[in-house]
């Protein structure tokens, strides 16, 4: 990058939030997807949203590329420099600007993290209620970006639900406010449009959220399966009873294994083929009646073993155990990759098991550990790079499993979203047309590709290639 440009964007910022020695900008070649790496020109530390507003500016007069970064933790390289530039750095942006109990709202900055809001908003009876297993340091500019999902999400909605209003700097460098904290905004849903928009729209500098009444009573449920196919059979049966659980988890046997061999142990079944973790929460008098039909249709599923956790101190294990299980599979292997597709539910046992031959036929040991309310799989594959061919084969087994979801009537991610990773296989799902019609709404708030450039769309729609 020439040094009249970096120059301009010491001035605009200082120079000390510019960072563009490679020993810094290194730090910021991947996300928490591995697989692609690329540095970027520099990095830039930004504070708020008129320093957001005046790099933006700076990149589009000099056409340089430019990509927000939350905390880093995405899985599908979305916060990846692939044509160099700029890194918007949004992790000192994190003040909760105001909460607001009686609209149930929260204003907060971007980089602030998503449990530090729950934190904050819980002594006073409210919480946040998309919870990603990351939420211990995912960001909400991230989680909203990827409109990110969580073991609750099945009864209470992914973060598209929780936002209300945004402001946002879009690519040209203009300060936008969309929806209104008011409801029924007029016009059309930009708020709706933005999320789940990859970091490809601008950047959100601000955001008001909805917040979540926390539930009178919740009680949770741990049932051990002796197959993976009478666990998804399990969860299928209860969505059918008419009981909506606050969350549906399940976790194979592998899984299980290394979370209990791992600091975070939660008491899991470890000779089990699959535990399913039910939560219900509402008013106290209604999860008992439910706690007992879910133990019914659980033993009608060949479930060897079901309890309900005996106190908080136990629920907050198993939910530990839960969350930190992606973490403990590092375990069990020198490199894993993790897949991230969705099927209808009812299709979910049918296509586990598609799952585990695939792996198996490629000869990959495979661990499993997913939001099976939402049809959300999350095969992990576990693999060791430095033996020949074994990474070309486990990107061939993750896409043979894609394309299973597919044909089930399923799609491409269920939470992680598209970035770098998936992006050249949007025509397994998408015709030409669709993908055009994507790409003109995508040039209303990004004309020229230079917000985040490279990712969604296969390389041929994208003028940086
Ligand atoms: C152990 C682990 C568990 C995970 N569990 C879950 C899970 O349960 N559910 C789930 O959905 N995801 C999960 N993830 C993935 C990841 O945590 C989420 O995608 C999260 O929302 C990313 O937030 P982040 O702040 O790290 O964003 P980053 O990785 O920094 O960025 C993600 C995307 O958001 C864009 N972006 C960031 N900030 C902004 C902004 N202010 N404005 C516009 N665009 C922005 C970036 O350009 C990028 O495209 C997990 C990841 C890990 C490592």
Redesign the pocket.
Known sequence: MENSILDQLRQAIGAENVLAEPEQTIAYEC??FAFHRHTPDAVLLLSNRDETARVIQIACRHRVPF?????????SG??LPRHGGLVLT?SRMKKIREIDFENRQAVVE?GVINMELTNATSPGGYYFAPD???QMV??I???L??N???PHCFKYGMTTNHVVSLEAVLASGQVVQLGSRTADCPGYDLVGIFVGS??TF????LAVLKLTRLPQAVKTLLAAFSSLRGACDAVSRIIASGIIPAALEMMDQRTIRSVEASVNRAGLPVNAEAVLIIELDGLAAALEPQAEAIVQICRSQHCQEIHVARNEEERLKIWKGRKQA??AAGRMTRDLYLQDAVVPRNRLSDVVVRVYEIADRAGIRLASVFHAGDGNLHPILLFDRSKDGEEQRVLNAAQEMLQVCIDAGGTLSG???I?SEKNELMDMLFSEADLAAMKRLRSVFNPDDLC?PG?IFPSRHCRFF
């Open positions: 996300d928490s990509v927000p970064r939350g905390a880093g933790t995405g899985l979305g916060a949004l971007p990603p297993s990351s995912s960001s500019g991230g989680n970006a990827e990110a999902g969580g990859e970091g601008g950047v959100a500098t992606f973490g939470e992680h979203g970035g985040n990712k």
